[in-house]
Nanobody, 124 residues
């Protein structure tokens, strides 16, 4: 069982930056693939970024590639999402998720555990 708690969301102007954190409970954090997803009002939850157990092979949605960076610190049981050059279309609730599988996936229903989400609002 893994419990996830996101933090770091807020209101920022277009072009600004935010850093999201996701703290995980449990001693097996390093065995999970970690992902970030987002959901805007009236839209489906969409993949943002994911990272393998060791912190290697990050994968990004095309819409955030070059602007967002996912990283993890297994010693701190924490995964991060550094978001730069934010755009109004990045406005959404951001969720972190943990996948106990072996292959990195961008499909939300493949992830086993979810946080409660943190709101990110980018003003124009």
């Amino acid at each position: 069982q893994v419990q996830l708690v996101e933090s770091g969301g807020g209101l920022v102007q277009a072009g600004g930056s935010l850093r999201l954190s996701c703290a995980a409970s449990g001693r097996t954090f390093s065995s999970y693939i970690m992902g970030w997803f987002r959901q805007a009002p009236g839209k489906e939850r969409e993949f943002v970024a994911a990272i393998m157990w060791s912190g290697s092979i990050p994968h990004y949605a095309d819409s955030v590639k070059g602007r967002f960076t996912i990283s993890r610190d297994n010693a701190k049981n924490t995964v991060y999402l550094q978001m730069n050059s934010l755009k109004p279309e990045d406005t959404a609730v951001y969720y972190c998720a943990a996948d106990a599988g072996l292959v990195l996936t961008t499909t939300p229903n493949r992830y086993h555990y979810w946080g409660q989400g943190t709101q990110v609002t980018v003003s124009s």
